[in-house]
């Protein structure tokens, strides 16, 4: 079992930077491989980004690569997602979740998710 408690949205302006953190609690952090998505109102909750137990492998949308950096540090058992160059339209609730599975795309394949962090973007 891994708990995951998402935080670092909030209110920012266009043009804006934020950095989300994912903290993790519970058995063997560093074997899971862990995920980024998000999820606007009335919309499907969407694919950002994943890396993988090692770190060493960066899974990142075409949309969003530039803007998104996906990390982790399993010493602090905590994942980040950096978002520069906010736009409205990245306004979402964004989740981070755990799979041991290798399809890091998609969504199904994670049995583990946090509540959620809100991020908003507007002048």
């Known amino acids: 079992q891994v708990q995951l408690v998402e935080s670092g949205g909030g209110l920012v302006q266009p043009g804006g930077s934020l950095k989300l953190s994912c903290a993790a609690s519970?058995?063997?952090?560093?074997?899971?491989?862990l995920g980024w998505f998000r999820q606007a109102p009335g919309k499907e909750r969407d694919f950002v980004a994943a890396?993988?137990?090692?770190?060493?492998?960066?899974y990142l949308s075409d949309s969003m690569m530039g803007r998104f950096t996906i990390s982790r540090d399993n010493a602090k058992n905590t994942v980040y997602l950096q978002i520069n160059s906010l736009k409205p339209e990245d306004t979402a609730a964004y989740y981070c979740?755990?799979?041991?599975?290798?399809?890091?795309?998609?969504?199904?394949?994670?049995?583990?998710w946090g509540q959620g962090t809100q991020v908003t973007v507007s002048s």
């Open positions: 519970g058995r063997a952090f560093s074997t899971y491989s």
């Open positions: 979740a755990a799979t041991n599975d290798g399809r890091l795309r998609e969504r199904g394949v994670y049995p583990y």
């Open positions: 890396i993988s137990w090692s770190g060493g492998a960066l």
